[in-house]
């Protein structure tokens, strides 16, 4: 079975540019997280769907981030414009049935903003 | 406020040794799960266990084993007999909120295990 996919696995990017980040979560589950992790801050809950809607967003940095999920099988995080303190590992994970059971984590992309 | 804390940073051991890594939490609400992953330097979070906070039974498997105590918010694990391939960083999370999926990690600790 194919776990969690998520592209690009790095990404190189200017200031100022857009960047999206695409995930695809394992079939039939119905929570999908995005995460953040960097070496000051960890790793951080950014956004958190149910049945591909938002449930809590707190974690959002700020409006330069969105995230979408338009289908079970497909969410995206927009940062628009980028910053180098976006610099980070993106992670995407998904659970079935409750937010609270096991999490399957997706390999991440890293992202660079010079 | 809810909180997770793994004091330590870094473990060096070398094969075959026990090590055990400390996990403290804190929490107000009475039900809440925890949880241990493991990051291998290939970069992925993988999934070793969930404790619901109701169950304090400890856990064993293989090489694993975890130790829950509620008295003193601590949930911790041990590796028997490390391996080299046991080297990650390992996180141990707190799913706090009744039903939410809020879940906070802590910083981590690096182990390594020399042949």
């Known amino acids: 079975d194919a776990g969690v996919i998520q592209s690009p696995r790095h990404e190189v990017t200017e200031m100022g540019q857009e960047v999206t980040l695409r995930c695809k979560p394992i079939?039939?589950?119905?929570?999908l997280f995005w995460y953040r992790q960097t070496m000051m801050r960890g790793l951080e809950l950014l956004i958190y769907?149910?049945?591909?809607?938002?449930?809590?967003d707190s974690g959002m940095p700020e409006d330069r981030f969105s995230a979408k999920m338009p289908n079970a099988s497909f969410s995206t995080l927009k940062i628009q414009p980028s910053e180098p303190r976006d610099s980070a590992v993106y992670f995407c994970?998904?659970?079935?049935?409750?937010?609270?059971?096991?999490?399957?984590f997706g390999p991440g992309t890293r992202l660079t903003v010079l | 406020a809810q909180k997770v804390t793994q004091a330590q940073t870094e473990i060096s051991v070398v094969e075959k040794e026990d090590v055990t890594l400390d996990c403290v939490y804190e929490?107000?609400?009475?039900?809440?799960?925890l949880f241990w992953y493991k990051q291998p330097p290939s970069g992925e979070l993988v999934f070793l266990i969930r404790?619901?906070?109701?169950?304090?039974q400890n856990e064993i498997s293989g090489r694993y084993s975890w130790n829950f105590q509620k008295s003193t918010s601590s949930f911790n694990f041990t590796i028997t007999a490390s391996q080299v391939v046991d080297s990650a960083v390992y996180f141990c999370?707190?799913?706090?909120?009744?039903?939410?999926?809020?879940?906070?990690f802590g910083k981590g600790t690096k182990l390594s295990v020399k042949p």
């Open positions: 994970a998904s659970s079935r049935g409750r937010a609270f059971n096991e999490q399957f």
């Open positions: 079939s039939g589950h119905d929570y």
């Open positions: 769907f149910n049945n591909n809607v938002p449930i809590d």
């Open positions: 929490t107000r609400d009475t039900t809440y799960y």
């Open positions: 404790r619901n906070s109701f169950d304090e």
């Open positions: 999370a707190l799913n706090y909120g009744g039903s939410q999926g809020n879940l906070i």
